[in-house]
């Protein structure tokens, strides 16, 4: 009953994507759903940034930690980071700077670990949030969005709905507003 | 009275002071405290993407974060058992 339906508003949201990839939530802000953004968004930067904090910036190093370099790089602030970690800060080794101060201090043993763990976990989750928005049907599984069901979202909502020739998927679609909490 | 074991304690400090982002945490002996926000974090991202209605998701957050920690528990349990016994 759902072949029946054209997949006309449903399209590949890379803008999303892209938005997503560089700052987790803000591709789901875009389609409007701003609270489920802001969960994924502060959860994800969070996680990110207690990483950031345990490890210290050496848990971005894509030739001691390449496979989870890959991890954390789809959160874009870490190739960021990683950047500044391969050419201002690491200038050797080790090798100190001309004030005496080593530039950072290198995280080891579980404090590294958990450090690229987080960061890792935190790129895998934007990964995850990624995948959801690029092909995220804003009207099907939207409930807590205020225009669903109201005559806003029927207004801007194609013939779709009106020509659901199955009844099924036309009131489910139609009456989101009631129906939207149940599905 | 408490000046010495403060002094003593000022003493052993790092010359350096802590520089956030620059300098990695002390928490080699917290490193187990640090699994239970982990699971929170992936509990509420899966969940938020899931779920159609928010309304439930704290409850099924704490449910599945409840999961992980506890199956993951488990594991370790097995595997220091293995450990153990073999």
Same mark, same amino acid.
């Given at each position: ?39 994924l968004?502060?959860t994800i ?80 989750l934007?990964?995850l ?55 | 009275?408490?000046?010495? /074991?403060?002094?003593?304690?000022? #003493? ?9 982002? !620059?300098?990695? =945490? $002390? ?9 239970? /926000?982990?699971?929170?974090a992936i #509990?509420l991202v899966y969940?938020t993407i899931?779920?159609?209605? !928010?309304?439930? =998701? $704290? ?15 488990? #594991? ?11």
């Amino acid at each position: 009953m759902t072949s029946s339906e054209p997949p006309s508003e449903q399209a590949w949201r890379f803008d999303a994507a892209l938005a997503t990839w560089f700052m987790p939530g803000v591709g789901h802000m875009f389609l409007g759903e701003s609270r489920r953004g802001a969960i994924l968004g502060l959860t994800i930067l969070i996680l990110w940034i207690a990483g950031f904090l345990i490890g210290g910036v050496s848990v971005f190093d894509r030739t001691d930690h390449p496979l989870m370099f890959v991890c954390q790089v789809f959160f874009a602030p870490s190739a960021v980071a990683d950047q500044a970690l391969q050419r201002i800060l690491k200038t050797g080794p080790g090798d100190p700077l001309p004030s005496g101060h080593p530039a950072y201090e290198p995280s080891f043993g579980r404090v590294n670990e958990q450090g690229v763990l987080y960061t890792a976990l935190a790129g895998m989750l934007n990964l995850l949030a990624i995948l959801d928005v690029i092909h995220r049907d804003p009207h099907r599984r939207r409930s807590d969005n205020p225009n669903v069901g109201t005559t806003l979202d029927l207004a801007a909502r194609p013939a779709a709905s009106g020509s659901g020739t199955d009844g099924s998927s036309g009131s489910g679609s139609g009456s989101g507003g009631g129906g939207g909490g149940v599905a | 009275m408490f000046a010495a /074991p403060l002094l003593a304690s000022f #003493a052993s400090l790092p010359t350096l002071g802590y520089r956030p982002f !620059l300098d990695p =945490l $002390p928490l080699e002996t917290y490193w187990l405290l640090l699994m239970p /926000p982990m699971a929170i974090a992936i #509990a509420l991202v899966y969940k938020t993407i899931k779920l159609d209605s !928010l309304e439930q =998701l $704290p409850r099924q957050a704490a449910l599945l974060a409840v999961q992980i920690v506890a199956f993951m528990a488990m #594991a370790a349990v097995g595997l220091w058992l293995i450990t153990e016994i073999f």
